[in-house]
């Protein structure tokens, strides 16, 4: 195993009993002073747990770098769903994906306890709120389990843990995973790497679709059409409108992204049928094309979905479209919050990533030339 330097002073590693909790702590608590939990020797084990959606998967890509960063030779065991699995093909800090479909029920549990049968996890970040997180945790084999705030899960995920982070407000969800850096006695502000990869093929056929989109060198926008919950997209009437004036008044050739369900597919069409110019769709059911073709983009405007986390982890600028979630909990992480269209902070309020609760029936609230004076902010400072 190759050596790693260390620049930091780390917290102190308190001995484990055999019940996993730490001696000379609160019991079952991590935080900045320890405990380290992450092995002291060589083979080290590492499971992480984070089911879905793509985006909680996004914002966990850095534990990952953060364990191949401690340890090169590191085994590192992801388990996921199916769709938000495909962002962790071809991840340089993932050795084995191992995919779980909890909507199949007990049989689905008979199929991940089969292909997780072999693994003996020396530690496990659970990093996941829900009850079917429980599952492959145990099934991982690791003495030493580290979940979520109690606070911040469900369901008593927390019993299934030997250790939890401390409870507290609600923040950035990726500023809730990098507390996971203090089981692994990281410092907290170290830099932050998503490391998302692509492979040759993939690279060619993003490289040959936007040759194709825009065969004149036009900038390319994204235009990400939904998310999962209704109550978070954007009007088509009004994303038909935004087409219409990126297409004709900035120069933009627009681009349609997103998923496979029928909401989707019909707000693509009804943007289709209502844009003066037709903008390309490229609708997919492939969470890697997805990704792939984000890579590419130059610009992109997205609501509260996977799409737009892809693509502030890919480094492309990103108009945040909110008004039903909080875009300082649930947004852009650090990077392009200048460029957020914030309708859910009250005005005169200070931005709260406190805020938890949605708020109903506030899309309709932001206007096409709200996003255009983001994309000309984009315009300036990014493109």
């Given at each position: 195993?190759?050596?790693?330097?260390?620049?930091?002073?780390?917290?102190?590693?308190?001995?484990?009993?055999?019940?996993?909790?730490?001696?000379?702590?609160?019991?079952?608590?991590?935080?900045?002073?320890g405990?380290?939990?992450?092995?002291?020797?060589?083979?080290?084990?590492?499971?992480l747990?984070?089911?879905?959606?793509?985006?909680?998967?996004?914002?966990?890509?850095?534990?990952?770098?953060d364990?191949?960063?401690?340890?090169?030779?590191?085994e590192?065991?992801?388990?996921?769903?199916?769709?938000?699995?495909?962002?962790?093909?071809?991840?340089?800090?993932?050795?084995?994906?191992?995919?779980?479909?909890?909507?199949?029920?007990?049989?689905?549990?008979?199929?991940?306890?089969?292909?997780m049968?072999?693994?003996?996890?020396?530690?496990?970040?659970?990093?996941?709120?829900?009850?079917?997180?429980?599952?492959?945790t145990?099934?991982?084999?690791?003495?030493?389990?580290?979940?979520?705030?109690?606070?911040?899960?469900?369901?008593?995920?927390?019993?299934?843990?030997?250790?939890?982070?401390?409870?507290?407000?609600?923040?950035?969800?990726?500023?809730?995973?990098?507390?996971?850096?203090?089981?692994?006695?990281m410092?907290?502000?170290?830099?932050?790497?998503?490391?998302?990869?692509?492979?040759?093929?993939?690279?060619?056929?993003?490289?040959?679709?936007y040759?194709?989109?825009?065969?004149?060198?036009?900038?390319?926008?994204?235009?990400?059409?939904?998310s999962?919950?209704?109550?978070?997209?954007?009007?088509?009437?009004?994303?038909?409108?935004?087409?219409?004036?990126l297409?004709?008044?900035?120069?933009?050739?627009?681009?349609?992204?997103?998923?496979?369900?029928?909401?989707?597919?019909?707000?693509?069409?009804?943007?289709?049928?209502?844009?003066?110019?037709?903008?390309?769709?490229?609708?997919?059911?492939?969470?890697?094309?997805?990704?792939?073709?984000?890579a590419?983009?130059d610009?992109?405007?997205?609501?509260?979905?996977?799409?737009?986390?892809?693509?502030?982890a890919?480094?492309?600028?990103?108009?945040?479209?909110?008004?039903?979630?909080?875009?300082?909990?649930?947004?852009?992480?650090?990077?392009?919050?200048?460029?957020?269209?914030?309708?859910?902070?009250?005005?005169?309020a200070?931005?709260?990533?406190t805020?938890?609760?949605?708020?109903?029936?506030?899309?309709?609230?932001?206007?096409?030339?709200?996003?255009?004076?983001k994309?000309?902010?984009?315009?300036?400072?990014?493109?």
């Amino acid at each position: 195993m190759r050596a790693r330097a260390s620049t930091w002073s780390r917290p102190t590693r308190l001995p484990i009993r055999r019940d996993g909790t730490s001696v000379g702590l609160s019991p079952g608590i991590v935080t900045a002073e320890g405990p380290v939990l992450f092995p002291e020797r060589a083979p080290r084990r590492v499971c992480l747990v984070l089911l879905s959606g793509i985006g909680d998967v996004v914002h966990g890509l850095p534990l990952a770098n953060d364990v191949r960063s401690l340890d090169p030779e590191a085994e590192i065991t992801w388990v996921a769903e199916p769709a938000p699995a495909q962002i962790l093909r071809h991840h340089p800090s993932v050795d084995r994906v191992v995919e779980f479909r909890p909507r199949d029920g007990l049989a689905g549990v008979r199929a991940l306890r089969r292909d997780m049968a072999g693994t003996r996890a020396d530690l496990t970040l659970n990093v996941q709120r829900y009850i079917k997180s429980a599952w492959p945790t145990m099934f991982s084999g690791a003495r030493v389990r580290v979940g979520l705030p109690r606070d911040k899960t469900r369901d008593g995920v927390h019993y299934f843990s030997t250790h939890v982070l401390p409870d507290g407000p609600w923040k950035h969800t990726q500023d809730l995973f990098l507390d996971f850096r203090w089981a692994l006695g990281m410092p907290r502000q170290a830099p932050v790497r998503w490391g998302l990869t692509f492979s040759d093929e993939e690279v060619e056929t993003r490289r040959r679709f936007y040759e194709d989109a825009s065969p004149d060198g036009e900038p390319v926008v994204a235009l990400v059409v939904g998310s999962a919950n209704s109550k978070k997209d954007w009007p088509a009437a009004l994303q038909a409108a935004l087409a219409d004036r990126l297409s004709a008044d900035l120069g933009f050739r627009v681009v349609l992204l997103g998923g496979p369900s029928m909401r989707e597919r019909a707000t693509a069409a009804e943007i289709a049928a209502r844009a003066r110019i037709r903008p390309l769709d490229a609708l997919t059911d492939s969470v890697r094309r997805l990704t792939t073709l984000l890579a590419g983009a130059d610009l992109v405007v997205a609501p509260d979905t996977g799409p737009l986390h892809l693509a502030h982890a890919l480094d492309v600028p990103v108009v945040g479209l909110f008004a039903h979630t909080n875009p300082w909990r649930v947004g852009p992480w650090q990077r392009y919050r200048d460029l957020i269209v914030d309708r859910y902070t009250e005005p005169g309020a200070p931005p709260d990533p406190t805020a938890y609760l949605p708020k109903d029936d506030r899309m309709e609230r932001i206007t096409v030339d709200d996003v255009i004076a983001k994309i000309e902010v984009a315009r300036s400072r990014y493109l």
